[in-house]
């Protein structure tokens, strides 16, 4: 099957610092690329879809400047946690489908983010 | 609005019992649905999807659109069944929306 990287696996830093984290399509290219977040025993939350060459479109309640994405290439994009506070803490987690069949996503293992 | 709803999030079953997983969902079109599963240490993987009508490792999930419903069975759960499980609903353009998840432990 496909394979989707994440990196790093996860990340510990300070408030008020900015974060990236690269979601990576290994085996396969990937116009379109999702990031979620999951709270501690909680279910995903889509957060927005990374589209190659355009803007990425963010779901109702997320702040696009707060949480920058760029998806520069067919295997990469990235996601920016700007001046991060405490409750930005959390599990993002990023997936993409295969041109083949859009209707199975492949999921990247994921990136703990603890802001102190 | 769409809405996937998992009234478990905690199942325990003994080895051999049946399984059945719920899930509910609200969506005014045409749903497409899924099973997704975490295994410990694992990232999240597809199961099944109503669409296949297929069973995998042993499990099947038939989409009831009168109910809104998408449970998955097993007949005789296996102790490496033990993961969670999302049902999870495409909203289209690939958009999913997820249940709270069922965390499935098979006790020997």
């Known amino acids: 099957g496909a394979v989707v990287s994440q990196h790093p696996s996860w990340v510990i830093c300070k408030s008020g610092t900015s974060v990236k984290i690269e979601c990576r399509s290994l085996?396969?290219?990937?116009?379109?690329m999702f990031w979620y977040r999951q709270f501690p025993k909680q279910s995903l939350m889509l957060m927005a879809t990374?589209?190659?060459?355009?803007?990425?479109?963010?779901e109702q309640g997320v702040e696009k400047d707060k949480f920058l994405i760029n998806h520069a290439s067919l295997t990469l994009s990235t996601l920016t946690v700007t001046s991060a506070h405490p409750e930005d803490s959390s599990f993002y987690i990023c997936?993409?489908?295969?041109?083949?069949?859009?209707?199975?996503?492949?999921f990247g293992p994921g990136t703990r983010l603890t802001v102190l | 609005a769409q809405r996937v709803t998992q009234p478990e999030k905690l199942l325990s079953v003994f080895k051999g019992a049946p399984v059945e997983l719920k899930c509910n969902y609200s969506?005014?079109?045409?749903?497409?649905l899924f099973w997704y599963v975490q295994y410990s240490r694992q990232r999240l993987q597809l199961l099944l999807r109503?669409?296949s009508r297929e069973s995998i490792k042993g499990f099947t999930a038939d989409l009831n659109k009168g109910e809104t419903s998408f449970h998955l069975k097993k007949p005789f759960a296996q102790e490496e069944d033990s993961a969670m499980y999302y049902c999870?609903?495409?909203?289209?353009?690939?958009?999913?929306?997820f249940g709270q998840g069922t965390r499935l432990t098979i006790n020997p």
């Open positions: 997936s993409a489908p295969t041109s083949y069949d859009y209707n199975e996503q492949f």
């Open positions: 085996d396969f290219q990937a116009t379109t």
């Open positions: 990374s589209n190659e060459g355009s803007k990425a479109t963010y």
């Open positions: 969506y005014s079109g045409s749903p497409e």
């Open positions: 109503h669409i």
């Open positions: 999870a609903l495409s909203q289209g353009a690939q958009k999913l929306v």
